[in-house]
Every structure is written in structure tokens, then in C-alpha cells.
């Protein structure tokens, strides 16, 4: 986050508000101030001048009213209102006084340079108002770029008849002088009092600002995911109280936040650590999560699909074409297989709800079921091959046996063919099942093993001269085994099986006058059986079914000798239970070598008794 500049911060805007509403007082006690002290100047101006012109009305109407002889040696009128005009004093030198009878003639004034207007008529319009309506004239105006004040008061005699007028005119230069030196101090003082109240502001400002600005860097922290630190409490205010209320929501999301944390390593420890893929998207369908797991099932980053399209990574455009058609799937089967192997996902879909049943996601599971779907369909495959394996025995003995009942019995010649063949096939399904308890108690690990230290060549030799005892004429049976000891861990009576079930398929299918190869070789670790017929040979595609449940290179062949189709499968499960492996080379028309290994036993073993 970048850091406020002073001039944009909450700190000068207290100070700038705090400024503005001391001006505008200042203002406003600074206005009144102004015009109550101009009003008061004033009106102690026109006051002081009243009290003149009062008593200058008071002498002069006694000099007006007083009978003169000069003769008697009396004063003239105007002489004496010149004198008594001469006795007024005033504070202001640019005051000027003049008196003027009815007859608008000057007969006295105080200005020296104005004596020369004793005598003559008065121009002034205030004067002729006076003496016209008999009453007092006020006025105020410029002269000369100079404010004035005039004022003239009638003289009445002792019959009420205007016998002249006092013309005064004095300057308000004076007064409006004192109001600005007053208004000039009142601002002086408001101008330190502002700097004085801003430097304050700027300190008030910064106690409220501080822990504001502390509770910002603490915000800033939290938002890292820090909440080991505290803000200072300053105070027990509306302030102080957001600290503690700040310090108790730190404590909180600490709480909280190590809880998600917790339960966010968690679950990703699970997903990490799943065989099962899992996949998250929003409502719209766009992938937000992905778990290793998913991804290799897919062959996708998890990184690089975030925000892909979750149908298109299933590959399901074709068959799911909205988002919302998931929820009602539930599950289904996605086929990945390419030439070369198949791959099954089954997917599980389920829909992530609000509060307000609302979906806000989907969550799919994805898992591997290449191998469950194989075993399912060899289950399937192996009960429909155990049915058809029964039922063409029993459908034979039931020919057999309803021809007799018919009357087949009676016949001498045709009644023991017929219960001959009844037997044989009885025999054959009683080893096809005693071959299907085998394969089961072998699947169940059921099966007992009686192992015992052996030495395989003598034993190899030992199966061999029995088989040469019952072999057809016509069937050659070359050994190839080393003189030589060698001691292996296994189970005789498997071991005999085994290699009669190999020995026995390979005279089967061996054509009259064939040759079958019989070798042993002694390798460093274990031991190489090989055993090869001349037979009419497997197709390379085919090689590896040999072994399954109930395959028959030649199933018209297998059924004519009795085989039951589980002799192989039999085999490669007791090879494999002596920790050995067996397999299969053929080529068509050049027949089939069938081979198995089994561990040779160590020295340090072979000399215990």
C-alpha cells in the first residue's frame, strides 16, 4: 500500500478544519466587533458634538435675545457671536463652526481662514433646510476625498421663530482612523491567535491521528498475516476503546486465521497425498483447484488448467453439453484409452451448495479403474466360459442319458458306449472343478505349501521317465539337462504338476512322430525350464492369453483330449508361488516352447540340514 503524503492525509485535514472553524469565528466576532465599535466611535462623536452645539444654541439664543444700544457702548450682535463661537473648543482641528442669522448672513465662524466669509450669505443647502423648515439637518459626505460630518441646529427665540442656525461640520477621518487602528490590532491579535491555535491544532490533530495511523500499520500487518502485534491504547476515549476493540479482532483473526491455516494444510496434505484425483471448479464450470493426483490421471499440470474448462479436460463436449446436466450424472465411466493400452476414469460428480441452496461449485473425484474394470470383465468372461465349459458336458450326458431312458438300455451294444461317455464327461467336469477349488484357494492364498529343499535335475529326470512310460509311440521325448546339482525350495507334489501340465499339453498338441525338447539350465541365480513341442503353434497377439482362465489355442483339440482350459492357469500360479516366472515363445507351424524359472537356494542354505 503507498504511504499518504502529508497534504493528502487525514492529519492536515483536521488541522484545515480546525483553522476554518477558528477564522470563521474570528470572522464573525471580528465583523460584530468592527461594527459595534464604529457605531459606538460614532455615536460618541455625534454625541460630543450635540453636547457643543447644545450649549453654542444656549449662548447664542441669550445672545440673539438681548437688547443692544451701542450708543450705551453694547456689543454688536455679531461681535459678540464671534466671541462666543471663538470660546467653543473643539477636539478636531478640521471642525468648522459657523453661525448664520435668518438672513442666511455668516456672523461668526472659527476658522481664521474663513474670516473673510463673516457677512456674507451662506450657499449651504443644509442651512436654507434649517431655516425654511425650522428644524435640525444632518448629513454625512465626501469633501474633497474627505469623510465630514454636518450637523445644523436651528437658533429659536423666546417666541419660537428661527432667528438663525449653528452650521457644524466636523471630520470623520478621525474616527474612522481609530476604528482601523483598533480593527488593525484586532487583527494582529487574531492573526497570532491562529498561528497559535494552528501549531495547537497541529499537536490536537496529532493525537487524534497517531493512533489512527498506528491502527493503518497495524491493518497493513494483519493484511500480511501477522497478528503477533498490539496497538498502543492512549487513552480510555471513543479512540482508545477502537485500540482495544482493534487489539481484540487481532486476537481473533489470529485465532481464526491459524485454524484455516491449519485446516488448509489439512486438506492439502490430503489432496496432495490422495491416489484419488480431485477437481474443484466454480458454478460455471472453470477449474479452481487441482491435486497432483488428478493430474497425472489426466496428463495435465494442475497449474496450467486453472480456469480451463472442466468438460473439455474430461473430454465429456460430446456427451454433457451444460455444466448443470453434472449433478444429475453423479458418476460415469471416461474411456482414455489410446492404441497402444486402455485407461478407464471413473468420475464422481457432486455439487457444492450456499446457505441458500444455491450451487456455487462443483467437486469431481477421478480414480483409476483400468484394472477393476479388467478384472470385472475377466470375471464375467470366466463365468460365461465356466457355464459354456458345464453345459456342453451336461448337454451331452443328457443326450446320452435320454436315449438310454428311451430304451438305448436294452440294447447290449449301444448302452455301455453310451454310459461310458456318461462317465467320461462326469469325470472331466469333477476336474474342472476340483481345477476351479485349486484356482480359487490359490486366489485366497488357501492353498498349502509343503516346500522342501530339492535338487531339481533328478527330479526333472524322475517326471520324465513316467511320461516316457505312458508317452505315444510316435512321440519323442529329448532331454537336454546338465549333470550337474542343483537345489531349489519347492512343493513336489505342485512341482509335479506343474510340470505335467506343461509335458501333458505339449504331447496333446504335438503332431504323430513329433519331438518334444525337454531343457534345464543352470543360470547364476536360478534355474531356466524349457519345454518345446512341435505343435502347430500360437499367434504372437495370442501369447500371452495361454495363461487365462479357460483359453484354447485349439479348443476342438483340448475338449478331444478332456483338457478343461485351466491347466496353464494352474501352472502360472504355482510358478509364481515358488517366486519364479513363466511364459510363452511360439511362432505358427514351428510350434510352442512354454519356459519358467525358480530360484536356486545360496550356498549358506544348501549346507543346512
Known amino acids: 500500500m503507498n504511504k499518504v503524503g502529508f497534504f493528502r492525509s487525514i492529519q492536515l485535514k483536521f488541522i484545515i478544519i480546525y483553522i476554518l472553524l477558528l477564522l470563521l469565528a474570528v470572522q464573525v466576532i471580528g465583523s460584530f466587533f468592527s461594527i459595534r465599535l464604529e457605531d459606538d466611535l460614532m455615536g460618541s462623536f455625534k454625541t460630543s458634538i450635540n453636547e457643543r452645539v447644545e450649549l453654542l444654541s444656549y449662548n447664542l ?3 440673539f435675545e438681548r437688547e443692544r444700544n451701542e450708543e450705551d457702548g453694547d456689543i454688536p450682535l455679531q461681535q459678540e457671536v464671534q466671541q462666543i463661537v471663538e470660546d467653543i473648543s473643539t477636539d478636531n482641528a478640521a471642525t468648522t463652526v459657523q453661525v448664520i442669522d435668518n438672513q442666511r448672513r455668516v456672523l461668526g465662524t472659527n476658522r481664521i481662514n474663513e474670516m473673510d466669509e463673516i457677512g456674507k450669505k451662506s450657499t449651504q443647502p443644509l442651512v436654507q433646510q434649517a431655516l425654511f423648515f425650522d428644524s435640525q439637518q444632518k448629513n454625512e459626505f465626501e469633501d474633497n476625498g474627505e469623510s465630514v460630518y454636518v450637523q445644523v441646529e436651528p ?8 432667528v438663525g442656525v449653528i452650521y457644524f461640520q466636523s471630520s470623520l477621518e478621525g474616527v474612522y482612523d481609530q476604528v482601523e487602528g483598533i480593527n488593525r490590532l484586532f487583527f494582529q491579535g487574531s492573526v497570532l491567535a491562529i498561528t497559535i491555535s494552528a501549531i495547537l491544532g497541529v499537536l490536537v490533530a496529532r493525537t487524534i491521528t497517531k493512533p489512527i495511523k498506528e491502527m493503518k500499520e497495524q491493518a497493513q500487518i494483519m493484511a500480511n498475516g501477522d497478528f503477533t502485534q498490539t496497538l498502543n491504547i ?16 487481532n486476537s481473533r483473526l489470529k485465532h481464526s486465521y491459524a485454524t484455516i491455516e491449519e485446516e488448509r494444510r489439512k486438506l492439502s496434505s490430503v489432496l496432495s497425498n490422495m491416489s484419488d484425483g480431485v477437481i474443484a471448479t466454480d458454478n460455471s ?17 494442475p497449474e496450467e488448467v486453472i480456469g480451463d474448462f472442466l468438460l473439455d479436460i474430461l473430454q465429456l463436449e460430446g456427451k454433457i453439453i451444460d455444466i448443470t446436466d453434472l449433478q444429475d450424472s453423479g458418476s460415469m465411466i471416461i474411456d482414455f484409452s489410446d492404441d497402444d493400452s486402455p485407461f478407464l476414469i471413473r468420475a464422481n460428480f457432486s455439487t457444492v451448495l450456499d446457505d441458500e441452496e444455491e450451487i ?10 483400468t484394472e477393476q474394470e479388467k478384472v470385472e470383465q475377466e470375471r464375467r468372461d470366466f463365468v460365461s466360459n465356466v457355464s459354456h465349459e458345464l453345459r456342453t458336458p451336461l448337454t451331452t450326458m443328457k443326450s446320452y442319458l435320454e436315449a438310454l431312458t428311451d430304451g438305448a438300455w436294452e440294447d447290449k451294444d449301444i448302452a455301455p458306449k453310451f454310459l461310458s461317455v456318461a462317465q467320461g464327461e462326469t469325470d472331466r467336469m469333477i476336474r474342472m472343478v476340483n481345477d476351479l477349488l485349486q484356482l480359487s484357494k490359490m486366489d485366497s492364498d488357501e492353498l498349502p505349501m509343503h516346500k522342501e529343499r530339492a535338487e531339481f535335475a533328478g527330479f526333472f529326470h524322475h517326471v520324465i521317465d513316467r511320461f516316457e512310460m505312458n508317452s505315444p509311440e510316435k512321440i519323442k521325448l529329448v532331454r537336454e539337462i546338465p549333470d550337474v546339482q542343483s537345489y531349489v525350495w519347492m512343493d513336489k507334489d505342485k512341482m509335479t504338476q506343474i510340470l505335467d501340465n506343461i509335458i501333458s499339453n505339449a504331447i496333446k498338441y504335438s503332431p504323430e ?15 531356466l525350464v524349457s519345454i518345446k513341442d512341435q505343435g502347430m503353434g500360437i499367434a504372437y497377439d495370442k501369447l500371452e492369453k495361454v495363461f487365462e482362465r479357460f483359453y484354447r489355442a485349439d479348443k476342438a483339440r483340448a475338449r478331444k483330449f478332456g483338457g478343461t482350459g485351466l491347466g496353464l492357469a494352474i501352472t502360472k500360479e504355482l510358478v509364481e508361488a515358488h517366486h519364479g ?3 510363452a515363445k511360439s511362432k505358427e507351424g514351428e510350434g510352442t516352447t512354454i519356459l519358467f524359472t525358480l530360484p536356486l537356494m545360496n550356498k549358506k542354505r544348501r549346507g543346512v540340514r
Do not use: C, P
Not at 513 to 527: A, F, N, P, S, T
Open 61 to 63: 439664543e441669550q445672545a
Open 155 to 162: 437658533i429659536f427665540d423666546s417666541e419660537g421663530l428661527a
Open 234 to 249: 492512549y487513552g480510555k476515549d471513543e479512540i482508545g476503546q477502537l485500540a482495544e476493540t482493534f487489539n481484540d479482532l
Open 285 to 301: 464450470g472453470a477449474i479452481t483447484l487441482m491435486n497432483e493426483a488428478a493430474g497425472r490421471l489426466i496428463g495435465n499440470n
Open 360 to 369: 456455487t461449485g462443483f467437486i469431481t473425484v477421478i480414480s483409476d479403474v
Open 513 to 527: 512322430g513329433g519331438l518334444i525338447r525337454l531343457k534345464l539350465e543352470v543360470k547364476r541365480h536360478y534355474l
Open 581 to 583: 516366472t513363466i511364459w
